[in-house]
């Protein structure tokens, strides 16, 4: 198989996990500006991740967040999902949006508030149980404000607590996967800042616990490649949830700021056989379209991902090797950057042609007279965060 063809047939078995969220109304806290036709339900929110789907042949599941995606029967969801072609997937647990957590959740000082969290991550397992998903996926907005507020060590006690409790909770093929985020909303301690700290929880759980890289959850400058280099030698690379960042926890389109990010942490994950038929990372876009048109902009988001996976499957990684090995720092560098400044578009229009797929999915999609149904069909579409 020459190196295209052996990308393309990696590239064809690429699964992009969407965000239910991703479909509804978002915005900043100054203004969350309405669109038209957005979901009103879980079930709209199904349809528009398949439409996505079945432009892009990639994207075949849906991440659910619990509760803005609770329903009563999560078998007529399912049936939903199947029936438009896609499967759910990853569940969101949700501990930030109660008065009962300003303190925090399951690090909370008052022990009732910490119960009442791990009561909903319980809950969430058994969504999971009914769904048939495999990942539950936990980030906590705890932490501190102030010096003093509350104590730093015995907040990572009672973390580890309920930590050790969810995870105890799980069947066999079910998966903790823990996310950190350097700050927000409380901005002097955070319980889980860093890949270092959810490493660590995750190593004392165990096998099924892995760590969450969200490429928006850093300082700028940080290196993400290192930290998902270094997560895959311990085999604890879970999942990512992509987006793009120009300041913090931005959530913009995934490849948008510096595609050349997003090339050098998917080559990591390629070098790495992160890719392979075998591999349990999963790939996940996190974001919000506040200003643009939110299936587009997820299609936009998948052709992203996979442009950046093309560019790293195409790395020469003999000629790479021989470089690194002769010390030819140049070379190296060179090989990587060739890879990087292929136009691996007319390789993807191909392979989406091969999958029976429109080479052009931003057009069809367009074309699909999809977006003027929904806007005539769904009034009274509602925020992405805020029930069904
Ligand atoms: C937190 O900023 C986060 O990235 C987590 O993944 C949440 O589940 C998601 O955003 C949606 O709020
Ligand atoms: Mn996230
Ligand atoms: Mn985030």
């Known amino acids: 198989m020459t190196g295209r063809e052996a990308a393309k047939s990696v590239l064809r078995a690429q ?16 203004k969350v500006f309405a669109q038209q036709g957005v979901p009103r339900d879980p079930f709209e929110k199904i349809a528009d991740a398949a439409r996505v789907h079945a432009h892009t042949g990639v994207a075949p599941s849906i991440a659910l967040h619990i509760p ?22 990853t569940i969101n647990a949700n501990v930030f949006q109660d008065d009962d957590y300003k303190l925090g959740s399951v690090t909370n000082p008052d022990p009732a508030v910490r119960r009442k969290a ?4 319980f809950a969430c397992v058994d969504v999971m149980d009914r769904t048939g998903s495999r990942d539950l996926k ?31 909770r799980l069947s066999a093929d079910q998966r903790l996967i823990l996310e950190y985020k350097l700050f927000e909303p409380a901005f ?25 890289v969200d490429t928006g959850h850093h300082a700028p400058g940080t290196n993400i490649e290192f930290i998902v280099a270094f997560l895959l030698r311990e085999g604890k690379l879970g999942a990512f949830d992509f987006n793009s960042r120009f ?20 080559f990591e994950v390629v070098n790495a056989g992160g890719l392979a038929a075998d591999s349990d990372i999963a790939f996940m876009l996190d974001q919000c379209h506040n200003i643009e048109p939110k299936i587009p902009g997820q299609i936009r988001s998948v052709m992203n991902v996979q442009e950046a996976t093309a ?28 890879a990087y400044n292929t136009d691996v578009r007319p390789l993807l229009a191909e392979l989406r042609e091969e999958m029976g797929v429109d080479p052009d999915p931003m057009g069809a999609y367009a074309r699909s007279g999809y977006a003027e149904q929904i806007t005539g069909d769904r009034v009274g579409g509602r925020q992405a965060g805020w029930g069904a």
């Not at 699964?15 to 100054?30: D, Q, Y």
């Not at 300041?247 to 998917?266: C, K, S, T």
Request: hydrophobic share 45%; aromatic share 10%; proline share 3%.
């Open 138 to 168: 936990l980030w906590f907005s705890d932490g501190t404000n102030y010096p003093g507020q509350d104590d730093i060590r015995a907040r990572q006690d009672r973390l580890a607590e309920a930590l050790s409790a969810v995870y105890e």
């Open 247 to 266: 300041y913090a926890d931005d959530d913009l389109i995934v490849g948008a700021a510096d595609p050349f990010q997003l090339f050098r942490i998917l």
């Open 188 to 212: 002097y301690t955070t319980d889980v800042p860093d890949w270092g700290t959810s490493y660590a929880h995750c190593l004392k759980l165990g096998e099924r616990a892995k760590v969450c």
């Open 15 to 30: 699964k992009i996990e969407l965000p239910s969220w991703a479909f509804g109304n978002s915005g900043t806290r100054f």
């Open 68 to 89: 803005w995606d609770a329903v009563d029967d999560y078998a007529v969801l399912g049936r939903a999902a199947a029936d438009v072609g896609i499967k759910l997937g």
């Open 311 to 338: 560019k790293a499957l195409l790395v020469d990684t003999e000629a790479l090797g021989a470089a690194q090995a002769a010390g030819d720092v140049l070379g190296a560098n060179g090989v990587l950057m060739d």
């Open 118 to 121: 791990l009561d909903h991550l």
